[in-house]
């Protein structure tokens, strides 16, 4: 087990008894289902009482009229009842969950991932199990919502496996995928759909601006190096010493088909066949990707866009390349007799996921009535207005910026609805304030990040729920909450930090985007 030091000292004791406090607030709340049925209550009624007083809006691009919309409309209420099962199926973290436990069940309940995570543990170091596990999880971010599916639980198994507290391995791989999603070491489709929205909205000022796909890599790639070190202390430093000892005894109760194996002879030929089966998968998406006219390529793009349907593709991907491995792995070892094993281990993997279907069905219609009020939109747009009146010197500007995105996070899952409402107003504004485009949006991505882990409201926070009570099975939100909000401050505090020095400095925000912009001269008259 890799040294860990207990909390000491007075400043230490209170923040633990702060996080105790939290913990037992959180878990004396009613069930998550109950808590989405409230929250969608509350919306309703505000609703209501918005579209009653008129609150409106007006969207800076189009000119149109946003209108706050009652979901106790005749409209409203129909859709709530017509579109019901549509809603549901629409969800979507639903589908991707869906898919990839299909393959995933499968490479689970044949001993695959405790045949290949019990390998390779044993080679890795366990005092870096933290960083290491971090830095996948920040590099996940292309793998979108299957990240959530995949490498959590593995964490979770990981940690167990070294003899570390299973739930340490889950937050600092939430931390990763989620608290630090502002931040990459590669650009993907996240920020090509971001820059995407940018564009428009800098184009109301400068006609000839284009959108830069490497617009913030700079930047992101240093969120990922900062956040490294803090979410490695805040692991090992104040999450896992105040979870407690942890046992393999305690696997047995939480979660007995978690439990890793001792690799054998027959283990090892069967990792050797998963191996084959797993490349068979890889070099097919290669070829759909690389080879001339490829399926997986957007031919009319430019830069980085180009790869947008390879980027989602990956859900099939990874369901794909576990459902194989698992089969050739079972196969080999004797896990796996027949075809008829492969559907038994799948309706398993389903069967597991009930707990899940029941919140994301609640939390489904939360959000899908939301849009239905559009109050979202209107939020947004107060908000941006709100910020402009404000009259801060530009850094502060850019925090204010960065803050008001944060606590929107906490109602407002979508990063790029949010975006859509305020880069029309807080872009230009800016841009006349002699911040670029790219540097606005980077702020704008790195406030919408910070409350990811800690709101019950975000679309995974259930998932992430559910695979913490496999290994603590009265593990509630408060505890959740409690669990990752050292991580939530620690990023707030270095991410503003960041965006304060990037601006004082003067720093480009990738590659040809400068963090300050210089408006057109316009020419003088004869």
């Given at each position: 087990?890799?040294?860990?030091?207990?909390?000491?000292?007075?400043?230490?004791?209170?923040?633990?008894?702060?996080?105790?406090?939290?913990?037992?607030?959180?878990?004396?709340?009613?069930?998550?289902?109950?808590?989405?049925?409230?929250?969608?209550?509350?919306?309703?009624?505000?609703?209501?009482?918005?579209?009653?007083?008129?609150?409106?809006?007006?969207?800076?691009?189009?000119?149109?009229?946003?209108?706050?919309?009652?979901?106790?409309?005749?409209?409203?209420?129909?859709?709530?009842?017509?579109?019901?099962?549509?809603?549901?199926?629409?969800?979507?973290?639903?589908?991707?969950?869906?898919?990839?436990?299909?393959?995933?069940?499968?490479?689970?309940?044949?001993?695959?991932?405790?045949?290949?995570?019990?390998?390779?543990?044993?080679?890795?170091?366990?005092?870096?199990?933290?960083?290491?596990?971090?830095?996948?999880?920040?590099?996940?971010?292309?793998?979108?919502?299957?990240?959530?599916?995949?490498?959590?639980?593995?964490?979770?198994?990981?940690?167990?496996?070294?003899?570390?507290?299973?739930?340490?391995?889950?937050?600092?791989?939430?931390?990763?995928?989620?608290?630090?999603?502002?931040?990459?070491?590669?650009?993907?489709?996240?920020?090509?759909?971001?820059?995407?929205?940018?564009?428009?909205?800098?184009?109301?000022?400068?006609?000839?601006?284009?959108?830069?796909?490497?617009?913030?890599?700079?930047?992101?790639?240093?969120?990922?190096?900062?956040?490294?070190?803090?979410?490695?202390?805040?692991?090992?430093?104040?999450?896992?010493?105040?979870?407690?000892?942890?046992?393999?005894?305690?696997?047995?109760?939480?979660?007995?088909?978690?439990?890793?194996?001792?690799?054998?002879?027959?283990?090892?030929?069967?990792?050797?066949?998963?191996?084959?089966?797993?490349?068979?998968?890889?070099?097919?998406?290669?070829?759909?990707?690389?080879?001339?006219?490829?399926?997986?390529?957007?031919?009319?793009?430019?830069?980085p866009s180009r790869m947008t349907p390879f980027y989602q593709s990956?859900?099939?991907?990874?369901?794909?390349?576990?459902?194989?491995?698992?089969?050739?792995?079972?196969?080999?070892?004797?896990?796996?007799?027949?075809?008829?094993?492969?559907?038994?281990?799948?309706?398993?993997?389903?069967?597991?996921?009930?707990?899940?279907?029941?919140?994301?069905?609640?939390?489904?219609?939360?959000?899908?009535?939301?849009?239905?009020?559009?109050?979202?939109?209107?939020?947004?747009?107060?908000?941006?207005?709100?910020?402009?009146?404000?009259?801060?010197?530009?850094?502060?500007?850019?925090?204010?910026?960065?803050?008001?995105?944060?606590?929107?996070?906490?109602?407002?899952?979508?990063?790029?609805?949010?975006?859509?409402?305020?880069?029309?107003?807080?872009?230009?504004?800016?841009?006349?304030?002699?911040?670029?485009?790219?540097?606005?949006?980077?702020?704008?991505?790195?406030?919408?990040?910070?409350?990811?882990?800690?709101?019950?409201?975000?679309?995974?926070?259930?998932?992430?729920?559910?695979?913490?009570?496999?290994?603590?099975?009265?593990?509630?939100?408060?505890?959740?909450?409690?669990?990752?909000?050292?991580?939530?401050?620690?990023?707030?505090?270095?991410?503003?930090?960041?965006?304060?020095?990037?601006?004082?400095?003067?720093?480009?925000?990738?590659?040809?985007?400068?963090?300050?912009?210089?408006?057109?001269?316009?020419?003088?008259?004869?």
């Amino acid at each position: 087990m890799s040294e860990t030091v207990a909390p000491s000292g007075v400043g230490e004791r209170r923040w633990r008894r702060l996080l105790d406090r939290i913990e037992r607030v959180g878990d004396a709340l009613p069930d998550p289902v109950f808590i989405f049925l409230g929250c969608i209550a509350l919306l309703m009624a505000g609703s209501a009482v918005a579209a009653a007083l008129g609150w409106s809006a007006i969207n800076p691009v189009t000119g149109e009229t946003l209108r706050a919309e009652s979901l106790l409309s005749r409209e409203n209420l129909a859709k709530l009842l017509v579109d019901m099962p549509e809603t549901m199926t629409k969800f979507p973290p639903l589908g991707l969950v869906l898919v990839v436990m299909l393959g995933a069940a499968v490479a689970e309940r044949s001993g695959l991932f405790g045949a290949l995570l019990g390998d390779a543990i044993r080679k890795l170091p366990k005092a870096i199990l933290s960083p290491a596990v971090f830095v996948i999880g920040v590099m996940s971010h292309h793998a979108a919502d299957a990240a959530y599916v995949v490498l959590i639980p593995m964490a979770a198994l990981i940690y167990a496996e070294a003899g570390r507290h299973p739930l340490a391995g889950v937050a600092v791989a939430y931390a990763g995928i989620s608290g630090a999603f502002a931040g990459n070491i590669i650009p993907g489709q996240f920020d090509v759909l971001i820059l995407g929205i940018t564009a428009p909205a800098a184009q109301l000022i400068d006609p000839s601006f284009v959108m830069n796909p490497l617009g913030n890599w700079w930047f992101t790639l240093a969120i990922g190096t900062l956040f490294t070190p803090i979410a490695w202390w805040v692991t090992d430093r104040v999450v896992e010493p105040r979870l407690g000892p942890w046992t393999r005894e305690d696997t047995a109760t939480a979660a007995p088909d978690l439990v890793l194996e001792e690799i054998g002879a027959a283990q090892r030929r069967g990792l050797r066949r998963a191996g084959i089966a797993a490349l068979v998968v890889i070099g097919l998406f290669a070829a759909l990707t690389l080879w001339p006219g490829a399926p997986l390529v957007d031919a009319e793009a430019v830069g980085p866009s180009r790869m947008t349907p390879f980027y989602q593709s990956l859900i099939a991907a990874f369901m794909l390349l576990f459902l194989a491995s698992g089969w050739a792995y079972g196969a080999a070892t004797g896990s796996v007799k027949s075809h008829r094993d492969i559907v038994a281990m799948m309706s398993e993997g389903m069967r597991g996921m009930a707990p899940y279907l029941v919140l994301a069905f609640f939390a489904a219609h939360f959000v899908a009535m939301f849009a239905w009020s559009k109050m979202g939109p209107v939020m947004a747009v107060h908000g941006a207005e709100a910020l402009k009146g404000v009259g801060l010197p530009k850094p502060l500007l850019l925090i204010a910026l960065l803050t008001m995105s944060s606590f929107m996070d906490l109602v407002i899952g979508s990063a790029s609805a949010k975006w859509s409402a305020m880069a029309p107003i807080v872009v230009p504004m800016l841009m006349l304030l002699g911040i670029s485009p790219e540097m606005t949006t980077a702020a704008y991505r790195m406030g919408d990040s910070i409350f990811n882990i800690v709101t019950p409201l975000a679309s995974n926070f259930p998932l992430v729920l559910i695979i913490s009570q496999k290994w603590r099975p009265r593990f509630g939100v408060g505890s959740m909450v409690a669990l990752m909000l050292p991580y939530t401050i620690g990023f707030a505090i270095a991410g503003m930090s960041l965006v304060l020095a990037w601006v004082g400095l003067g720093l480009p925000v990738g590659p040809g985007a400068p963090g300050v912009y210089a408006p057109p001269v316009a020419a003088s008259a004869p």
